[in-house]
């Protein structure tokens, strides 16, 4: 925590030598304080609610990525919700709670990839199979990581003449039903793209293919005054960086970056290092965050790059710099049953024990 508030205090000396290290508001040091975690359950909901307004506000988060994908009672398309899913009014408590204290709230479906999981083909690719990138993979063949078929995740194909319509109407109706200008698409680990069997994408540069599908989806959120925003990942060079294919990109989907708007904000997620390619994103003209997970140490030292980038960038370049995502990976009712239970406290490695790091962090902050 010292390297922290250490880097807090060269902040203040270097912005504005009249202000104290306590006069400096949380927002010019770390304009965003992230949490990104999957959508409650029904029954969830009043715990989540409770979370929000006793755990996140006091520690003064001000922005939920909330995934959402098929947990809607989606109205333009019934076909794809699953089972028990929130109602307009279970998203508007969660709207209202977090617009009460501050927190803007930015819905996720996960577009292009995550169309599955191991044996489970989610609800577009299983409504609409005609979407399918790799119809000829099966995920009922999944074996688990790696497998012959690289299968990981299946993703629908850009190029489909028919899947915008059904995404764009998805995305139209969650983001009214939050009452945001905020959205995330996911786009991460997109290992299927281009396929040689593809009628449509056979042959097209892959770079261009999911740049083209961030700029449509983008494209289409700027209609209305809405921003996207997606996970970095398949903007790094995974080869060059040497960073590889998870937390990378190891298919030529890195020269998207530019060919993309500048004006999509980038979670830049590193997991197992405090990779810095915040800078990179930053240099490119993007806005851009810093998204840890599950252990604490390398969460602090991310915050503490972020505060760094902020004081020692240009002009230019610090504005870019916005702050810290922390990422949920486990459902939320999961999630919360785990962050109230004291017994979590004594692991090492948990994403509950560094979401309270963070929290501490910035409580300190402020």
Not at 9 to 35: E, H, I, N, W
Not at 108 to 124: F, V
Not at 286 to 295: L, S
């Amino acid at each position: 925590m010292k390297h922290i508030l250490l880097s807090i205090a060269c902040f203040c000396l270097s912005t504005a030598a009249s202000f104290s290290q306590t006069a400096v508001k949380l927002d010019t040091v770390m304009p965003v304080r992230g949490l990104a975690i999957a959508a409650p359950s029904q029954q969830g909901i009043p715990l989540f609610i409770k979370f929000i307004e006793e755990e996140l506000a006091p520690a003064h988060f001000n922005l939920l990525i909330l995934r959402v994908d098929w947990n809607y009672d989606y109205k333009s398309h019934p076909e794809l919700k699953d089972p028990n899913p929130l109602t307009l009014d279970n998203v508007r408590q969660i709207a209202d709670a977090c617009r009460k204290h501050g927190i803007r709230v930015a819905p996720q479906i996960n577009l292009l990839g995550h169309q599955s999981w191991a044996k489970t083909t989610y609800a577009l690719l299983r409504e609409y199979p005609e979407f399918d990138e790799t119809p000829h993979v099966h995920t009922e063949d999944y074996t688990g990581w790696p497998n012959p078929d690289g299968l990981y995740c299946k993703s629908y194909c850009p190029l489909h003449p028919g899947v915008h319509k059904v995404v764009f109407e998805l995305i139209d109706e969650l983001t009214a039903a939050f009452d945001t200008d905020l959205f995330h698409a996911g786009m991460d680990e997109v290992f299927y793209i281009g396929d040689d069997k593809c009628p449509r994408c056979s042959g097209h540069d892959k770079a261009e293919l999911f740049a083209g599908e961030v700029s449509a989806i983008r494209n289409h959120l700027a209609l209305t005054g809405k921003k996207l925003m997606i996970w970095g990942d398949r903007l790094i060079d995974g080869k060059t960086t040497g960073i590889g294919a998870w937390e990378a990109s190891m298919n030529n989907t890195h020269r998207a970056i530019d060919l993309i708007p500048k004006d999509v904000f980038i979670c830049d997620w590193h997991y197992e290092r405090a990779d810095q390619t915040a800078v990179y994103f930053a240099m490119k003209g993007f806005d851009v965050a810093t998204c840890p997970w599950r252990k604490p140490e390398i969460a602090l030292v991310q915050l503490d790059d972020m505060i760094r980038f902020r004081a020692n960038a240009t002009r230019q370049m610090a504005p870019h710099f916005r702050g810290i995502i922390e990422t949920v990976w486990s459902g939320a009712d999961g999630f919360l049953k785990s962050y109230y239970n004291p017994e979590t406290y004594k692991q090492e490695v948990s994403d509950a024990v560094t979401l309270k790091k963070l929290m501490e962090a910035y409580k300190q902050m402020y």
